[in-house]
T-cell receptor, first 114, second 112 residues
Framework: DTAVSQTPKYLVTQMGNDKSIKCEQN?????MYWYKQDSKKFLKIMFSYNNKELIINETVPNRFSPKSPDKAHLNLHINSLELGDSAVYFC?????????????FGQGTRLTVV | QKEVEQNSGPLSVPEGAIASLNCTYSDRGSQSFFWYRQYSGKSPELIMSIYSNGDKEDGRFTAQLNKASQYVSLLIRDSQPSDSATYLC????????????FGRGTQLTVWP
């Protein structure tokens, strides 16, 4: 009965490969996010989708492409992986956008590029 | 200037003490404020939200907001070793998009 679930939990891959991370939420939320947490624990938003529509697209290399097939799923595809992409990627969801939005996070995917 | 600043710590307190965690933010238009707790290797977990000036209490946790000083804090009373974690302050700058800006977190250790 996990609320926000991501797969895989760990991902080790070589430079130049393409990989995907999947996220699903069963909270009935309208909005989903991808956050990146670097080695210094800094958590920064990458993308946000509201009802399958992209609403936030921070300054992220276009090697990163999110896809939302429905409002319960938000996947992240990364092309041509680089060493600097190593981080923990968190999916999150919330009931809606707005200033009182409370975001709930998945367990994270630790990506290591070697 | 960073959007959201926190003392990185580590903050170390004995069991039973009050732990005080502080956060300042740069945008006066910020509207909502959140505290997340993150255990090592785990995901951030929302523990408090506050929207109005003053105090908000929930069990052993009290969030305090002072918009004039652009300051938000979290007090943990009767600290327990299980409270040992990194505490992240997050701010919504008034965006209707739900974008949160996070501080770098304060690492708290509660020793028995």
């Amino acid at each position: 009965d996990t609320a926000v679930s991501q797969t895989p939990k760990y991902l080790v891959t070589q430079m130049g490969n393409d990989k995907s991370i999947k996220c699903e939420q069963n909270l009935g939320h309208d909005t989903m996010y991808w956050y990146k947490q670097d080695s210094k624990k800094f958590l920064k938003i990458m993308f946000s989708y509201n009802n399958k529509e992209l609403i936030i697209n921070e300054t992220v290399p276009n090697r990163f492409s999110p896809k939302s097939p429905d409002k319960a799923h938000l996947n992240l595809h990364i092309n041509s992986l680089e060493l600097g992409d190593s981080a923990v990627y968190f999916c999150a969801s919330s009931t809606s956008t707005g200033i009182y939005t409370e975001a709930f996070f998945g367990q994270g995917t630790r990506l290591t590029v070697v | 200037q960073k959007e959201v600043e926190q003392n990185s710590g580590p903050l170390s307190v004995p069991e039973g003490a009050i732990a005080s965690l502080n956060c300042t933010y740069s945008d006066r238009g910020s509207q909502s404020f959140f505290w997340y707790r993150q255990y090592s290797g785990k995901s951030p977990e929302l523990i408090m939200s506050i929207y109005s000036n003053g105090d908000k209490e929930d069990g052993r946790f009290t969030a305090q907001l002072n918009k004039a000083s652009q300051y938000v804090s979290l007090l943990i009373r009767d600290s327990q070793p299980s409270d040992s974690a990194t505490y992240l302050c997050a701010v919504n700058r008034g965006s209707t998009l739900g974008r949160l800006y996070f501080g770098r977190g304060t690492q708290l250790t509660v020793w028995p």
